[in-house]
């Protein structure tokens, strides 16, 4: 068994470096993943009739690319449940870099009842082989299909 020791030359030299555990740096970064739903479409009734496309977000805020392997969300529009889902779409997000993630689900847009839908995105993003998780919320403002922007 080998033992070291570190021990500082001068009372005034700088202290002795210490290690930070990965788990702490990445607990550091305020939000490490950042997701957003981008669009929410009717796919085209001759090719399948009550589908719905979802495009979604993320934004990788760490120092080091993520190798996600899948990701598991629900949705909320207009404060109500509208959706939930697993993807096993896979994407290396580069450090500080971004990924879209298309999911198909079965539904309808909802009738329009408002310009522009508030929506709430969460769940959980499988990293790696060993599926690490970590988890996301956003909240935001979804402009309705073919409606106009201001």
């Known amino acids: 068994m080998l033992v070291v020791t570190l021990l500082p030359g001068c009372a005034g030299g700088p202290p002795p470096a ?18 957003a739903l981008l669009t929410l479409e009717s ?7 009550g589908q719905l496309m ?3 977000k993320l934004k990788n805020n760490t120092h080091s690319p993520m190798a996600v392997s899948g990701m598991r969300y629900r ?5 109500a449940e509208f959706s939930w889902g697993v ?4 994407a290396e997000v580069p450090a ?7 999911v ?14 508030p929506y709430r995105l969460a769940g959980t993003i499988y ?13 935001g403002r979804l402009q309705r299909p073919g409606a106009a922007s201001p």
């Open 87 to 90: 993807s096993r779409q896979s």
């Open 96 to 102: 500080g870099g971004e990924a879209l993630f298309d």
């Open 127 to 139: 990293l790696g082989e060993e599926r690490r998780q970590l988890p996301f919320s956003h909240t």
């Open 104 to 117: 198909t689900l079965p539904g309808e847009v909802p009738g329009p009842t408002h310009t522009h839908l």
């Open 43 to 49: 796919i085209e009734p001759s090719v399948q009739a």
């Open 18 to 35: 210490t290690l930070v555990p990965l788990e702490s740096i990445e607990a550091s970064v305020p939000e490490p993943v950042q997701a």
């Open 54 to 56: 979802l495009q979604l």
């Open 75 to 79: 949705v909320e529009l207009d404060g």
